[in-house]
Nanobody, 121 residues
Framework: QVQLVESGGGLAQPGGSLRLSCAASGFTFSSYGMSWARQAPGKGLEWVSGIFSDGSPTYYADSVKGRFTISRDNAKNTLYLQMNSLKPEDTALYFC??????????????WGQGTQVTVSS
C-alpha cells in the first residue's frame, strides 16, 4: 500500500526558510520520480517541482525557481523540498506525489495528505 506522509510545514516569516519532507512507503521509492505541488486557499492545485528517480535532473515552476530546491534520499525513502526566501504567496497546503516511473515525476494518483505552509509577518 503506497503511503506518502509530508511533514515540516509551519509558520515562517517572509524571507525565511522551511524544509519539507515526504516519507514514502509501500513501493520501491528509488524506482520512481516524485513531485511537489501546492494548493493555496481558494485556488487550484499548482505543480511546484519534480525530480527523477536518481535525483537528476530536477524541474521547477517559474514561481519558485531559484528559491526552492527539491532533493531525495533513496536510502531513507524520503523526498525533500528546501524552501528559501519565502514569500506570502507561497502560503499553501503542500503535497508530495509519486511519479509514474523512473523517468517521470508526473503524478500517477498517489498523494500525501499535505503539510501547511504559512508565510506571514
Amino acid at each position: 500500500q503506497v503511503q506518502l506522509v509530508e511533514s515540516g510545514g509551519g509558520l515562517a516569516q517572509p524571507g525565511g526558510s522551511l524544509r519539507l519532507s515526504c516519507a514514502a512507503s509501500g513501493f520501491t521509492f528509488s524506482s520512481y520520480g516524485m513531485s511537489w505541488a501546492r494548493q493555496a486557499p481558494g485556488k487550484g492545485l499548482e505543480w511546484v517541482s519534480g525530480i527523477f528517480s536518481d535525483g537528476s535532473p530536477t524541474y521547477y515552476a517559474d514561481s519558485v525557481k531559484g528559491r526552492f530546491t527539491i532533493s531525495r534520499d533513496n536510502a531513507k525513502n524520503t523526498l525533500y523540498l528546501q524552501m528559501n526566501s519565502l514569500k506570502p504567496e507561497d502560503t499553501a497546503l503542500y503535497f508530495c506525489a509519486k511519479g509514474s516511473g523512473s523517468l517521470s515525476w508526473y503524478p500517477d494518483g498517489y498523494w500525501g495528505q499535505g503539510t501547511q505552509v504559512t508565510v506571514s509577518s
